[in-house]
Nanobody
Framework: QVQLVESGGDLVQPGGSLRVSCVVSGNIFRFLTMAWYRQAPGKQRDWVAT???????SYADSVKGRFTISRDNAKNTVYLQMNSLKPEDTAVYYC?????????WGQGTQVTVSS
């Protein structure tokens, strides 16, 4: 079982940028598909983006063109670069690792977009 630790959440103004990170324990990171999800207060957890083991990416329509997911296998880390942030992007951001039927979640990092 891997452990995931997110960081980088902050308060940012509308139109600003922020990068959140997720470090994964162990030595199997390169075999993991990684994803970012987010959950706003009172709402369900929604998928944001995914990056495969071959670095293929996919995005939710709501963030396409503004967010970029990337990975650094040497650092066991997945990133989510968020640009042109909007108040509706405010949420707790979670990373998720996937390998076959196994999945693990981090504890989340708060991103608040407000003036």
């Amino acid at each position: 079982q891997v452990q995931l630790v997110e960081s980088g959440g902050d308060l940012v103004q509308p139109g600003g940028s922020l990068r959140v990170s997720c470090v994964v324990s162990g030595n199997i990171f390169r075999f993991l598909t990684m994803a970012w999800y987010r959950q706003a207060p009172g709402k369900q957890r929604d998928w944001v983006a995914t990056i495969s083991t071959s670095a293929a990416t996919s995005y939710a329509d709501s963030v396409k063109g503004r967010f970029t997911i990337s990975r650094d296998n040497a650092k066991n880390t997945v990133y989510l670069q968020m640009n042109s942030l909007k108040p509706e992007d405010t949420a707790v951001y979670y990373c998720k690792s996937i390998r076959g039927l196994q999945a693990s979640w981090g504890q989340g990092t708060q991103v608040t977009v407000s003036s």
